[in-house]
């Protein structure tokens, strides 16, 4: 399974732009790059995917490299409820669909 | 959006006892299901990939004797920790998948073994 590279940790002032980084140099052709947060004492919530062009939904946006050996998670305008922390993960729908979390990264967020 | 609703949210028993964990898709039907371990600080880590109506596959070093998986129906499935143990507390989470689609999580289920 590919493995997936984040900062430990982030900080943001409220209602300013986020960009929360992920590096996957060994990802292949077939590998979604999924994105979920997960709140203390929850189940992660989904938040974008993308395979090779970038996404934006209600939530946020997923800038893709060129070559996919990275992506970039951009929450457009930090709030207090955005505080989490971000998996990026890779999934390969032709090998099980699995996912392997990585250690992600904890978002703070300043008032 | 898809809801996955996983019950109990926390149970609290003695050593020895066994605890089931149930895992529900209310507004779809799940072909697969997936259920993880997250202990505090740590990331989830997967235990086990469950398709209805087949054996589950765990992953390297989760003993099948000892976390019991059922996948009866499209929309339920079931983990049971046999005879658990202080050591097997932790957070538990499953998730439903119709595929290749996003996985949905449940809000998951404190396991506390005194």
């Known amino acids: 399974d590919a493995k997936t590279t984040q900062p430990n940790s982030m900080e943001s002032n409220e209602e300013e732009p986020v960009h929360l980084p992920c590096n996957h140099s060994t990802i292949s052709g077939t590998d979604y790059i999924h994105w979920y947060r997960q709140l203390p004492s929850q189940g992660p919530e989904y938040v974008i995917h993308?395979?090779?062009s970038n996404v934006n939904n209600r939530m946020a946006s997923l800038a893709i490299a060129e070559d996919r050996k990275s992506s970039t998670l951009i929450l457009h305008r930090a709030t207090l409820r955005d505080a989490a922390v971000y998996y990026c993960i890779l999934r390969d729908p032709n090998t099980g669909n699995q996912f392997y979390f990585g250690t992600g990264t904890s978002l703070t967020v300043i008032p | 959006g898809a809801v996955v609703s996983q019950h109990p949210s926390w149970v609290i028993c003695k050593s020895g006892t066994s605890v089931k964990i149930e895992c529900r898709s209310l507004?779809?039907?799940?072909?697969?299901m997936f259920w993880y371990r997250q202990f505090p600080k740590q990331s989830l880590m997967l235990m086990a990939t469950?398709?209805?109506?087949?054996?589950?596959?765990?992953e390297q070093g989760v003993e099948k004797d000892k976390f019991l998986i059922n996948h009866a129906s499209l929309t339920l499935s079931t983990l049971t920790v046999t005879s658990a143990h202080p050591e097997d507390s932790s957070f538990y989470i499953c998730?439903?998948?119709?595929?290749?689609?996003?996985?949905?999580f449940g809000d998951g289920t404190r396991l506390s073994i005194l």
């Open positions: 998730s439903a998948s119709t595929g290749a689609g996003p996985q949905h």
């Open positions: 993308g395979l090779t």
């Open positions: 469950s398709n209805e109506g087949s054996k589950a596959t765990y």
């Open positions: 507004d779809f039907q799940a072909t697969t």
